[in-house]
């Protein structure tokens, strides 16, 4: 069974940084792809950025430039770096690993950012 958890949301002003966290436990890391989505309420969750299966990285255009995920197998951790964060990114952030040739995936439970002033 494969468990992510998310950690680094919280509360930040318009224009500030926030670094994300997924720890993915219970996989063997290389087998998987992991990105990250974000939701709001009475909308669909939305891709914000991911690994693909050549292992380059898709963002959403409207994070590029802003956003930045980067992976630790080392520590089977998935990073989320956001900068220049405006209230359009308030949302649920969710971490998601898909696994290469079963396509089978898995969700965390999700970490709150609040952009407000």
């Known amino acids: 069974q494969v468990q992510l958890v998310e950690f680094g949301g919280g509360s930040v002003q318009p224009g500030g940084s926030l670094r994300l966290s997924c720890a993915a436990s219970?996989?063997?890391?290389?087998?998987?792809?992991l990105g990250w989505y974000r939701q709001t309420p009475g909308k669909q969750r939305e891709l914000v950025a991911r690994?693909?299966?050549?292992?380059?990285?898709m963002y959403a255009d409207s994070v590029k430039g802003r956003f930045t995920l980067s992976t630790d197998s080392a520590k089977a951790t998935v990073y989320l770096q956001m900068i220049l964060l405006t209230p359009d990114d308030t949302a649920v952030y969710y971490c998601?690993?898909?696994?290469?040739?079963?396509?089978?995936?898995?969700w965390g439970q999700g970490t709150q950012v609040t952009v407000a002033s």
């Open positions: 690994v693909l299966s050549d292992d380059s990285i």
């Open positions: 219970a996989i063997t890391f290389s087998l998987y792809t």
């Open positions: 998601n690993a898909v696994h290469r040739l079963t396509r089978r995936d898995s």
